[in-house]
């Protein structure tokens, strides 16, 4: 981590923003991770209380934002 930011997280973010049609965000995300990472997600997103709980995290909140913001 650099200056309190994840790098490849920034790294994942930012792909994800100039992503082509071809590609979906899910694509590009699990071509990031480990086959444990992916099993984990797995099993959050097929909970949807353990979904609700991480997108209500401070962190879920920064990711959303920070794909969704304008002009960077």
Not at 4 to 25: F, H, Q, V
Not at 44 to 61: G, P, R, Y
């Amino acid at each position: 981590m650099n200056n309190g930011k994840n790098e490849a997280l920034e790294g994942i973010i930012g792909e994800l923003k100039n992503a082509s049609d071809k590609k979906t965000a899910e694509q590009i995300l699990m071509s990031k991770l480990s086959e444990d990472q992916k099993q984990k997600l797995k099993n959050i997103i097929s909970n949807d209380e353990a979904v609700k709980n991480f997108l209500s995290s401070e962190q879920a909140k920064k990711i959303i934002k920070s794909l969704t913001e304008k002009g960077e």
